[in-house]
């Protein structure tokens, strides 16, 4: 079932889940079920304390998982944690298992909710009951779908620690790696996809920009706000929509390669051919998963590597 984005115009609260009805209506109970969450887990934060450096820190890997029109991403660090960002839409959740279980994922040390839509949720409720994780991330933005509320439901019944993902906060997961979340600023309102977590990874001398699915307006802010947006590697914003990825926000991020989430012959035309063009007149060498399917990159932390999974991985290129 895929979902349509949902209309700027249209205001938080309304079900945008076609033939799902927001849970009762119920503000109150999103809102009460939320400060349980973060009331009962956000104390954890605060032990998130540096680990002792590694003594031999080795590679960076970054699995753009293609799941269709949806976004996945798995991202290991040198010293063995991993990450998932997003679980894709609820159709390729087997895909998506199968793909972590070839990886030998048998636990993640965190998971992270760029935004509550089902192209980016649908699977984490299969995920997670099949992996173990140690804590999720989430911007918390009120969305009242039945997707997100089972979702939240679980994540509480199972004492699941849990963490706003929110501008200055850090994802500590690993001392070798710098995540650092820059948006969203405060507490989310309005349109959903411009709530989206956006996290800056840095690893020595190499950087990932994931922007969820924020618009340009959102790009605006970023800039406005003079965030440390250049980047090697983009995560396009909101598979490549039109409304997204503006001419000024990718000369700041100026990123060598863009890797763009979409399903082939999906309903929206993702990717838009102006963002491609934007993108390749920033100097983007652009991958789409509908396209070249899954895409892994590896790291040293100097030089890096982004290439189809399906193929061998090609001479490392020189950084810039
Ligand atoms: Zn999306």
């Known amino acids: 079932m895929l979902r349509r984005p949902v209309p700027r115009h249209q205001r938080p609260g309304v079900a945008a889940e076609r033939g799902v009805r927001p849970w009762?209506?119920?503000?109150?109970?999103?809102?009460l079920l939320l400060i349980a969450l973060v009331g009962s887990r956000a104390l954890g934060a605060a032990r998130d304390t540096a680990r002792p450096a590694p003594a031999e820190p080795s590679h960076l890997r970054v699995h753009f998982i293609d799941v269709g029109q949806g976004d996945a991403t798995l991202l290991e660090t040198p010293n063995g944690k991993r990450l998932l960002i997003d679980a894709g839409p609820p159709e390729e959740?087997?895909?998506?298992?199968?793909y972590l279980r070839a990886q030998g994922v048998s636990r993640l040390d965190a998971v992270l909710i760029s935004h509550p839509?089902?192209?980016?949720i649908g699977g984490l409720l299969a995920v997670l009951t099949a992996i173990p994780a140690a804590v999720v991330y989430d911007p918390g933005i009120p969305h009242a779908t039945t997707t997100y509320r089972r979702l939240l439901e679980w994540i509480d019944r199972h004492d699941l620690p849990y963490r706003l993902a929110r501008r200055g906060t850090a994802l500590a997961l690993d001392p070798a790696v710098s995540m650092t979340f820059?948006?969203?600023a405060g507490e989310p309102e309005g349109d959903v996809n411009d709530a989206s977590a956006v996290l800056s990874v840095r690893f020595q001398q190499v950087s990932l920009l994931f922007t969820g699915d924020?618009?340009?307006?959102?790009?605006?802010?970023?800039?406005?706000?003079?965030?440390?947006l250049a980047s090697d590697v983009l995560k396009v914003a909101h598979h490549?929509?039109?409304?997204?990825?503006?001419?000024?926000?990718?000369?700041?991020?100026?990123?060598?390669?863009a890797v763009i989430f979409a399903g082939a012959r999906n309903p929206y035309g993702h990717p838009h051919p102006e963002v491609l063009a934007r993108l390749q007149r920033a100097?983007?060498?652009v991958f789409v998963t509908a396209r070249d399917?899954?895409?892994?990159?590896?790291?040293?932390?100097?030089?890096?590597?982004?290439?189809?999974?399906?193929?061998?991985?090609?001479t490392a290129s020189a950084r810039r």
């Open 214 to 228: 924020i618009g340009a307006d959102v790009e605006a802010q970023l800039l406005a706000r003079g965030e440390p």
């Open 240 to 257: 490549g929509s039109r409304t997204s990825s503006s001419a000024a926000f990718l000369a700041a991020v100026s990123p060598r390669y």
């Open 293 to 314: 399917g899954t895409l892994l990159l590896e790291s040293d932390g100097r030089r890096l590597s982004l290439t189809p999974a399906r193929t061998a991985p090609a």
């Open 182 to 184: 820059l948006h969203p």
């Open 93 to 98: 959740a087997d895909r998506l298992l199968a």
């Open 283 to 285: 100097g983007a060498r």
């Open 24 to 31: 009762a209506g119920s503000w109150l109970l999103w809102a």
């Open 117 to 120: 839509h089902a192209d980016h």
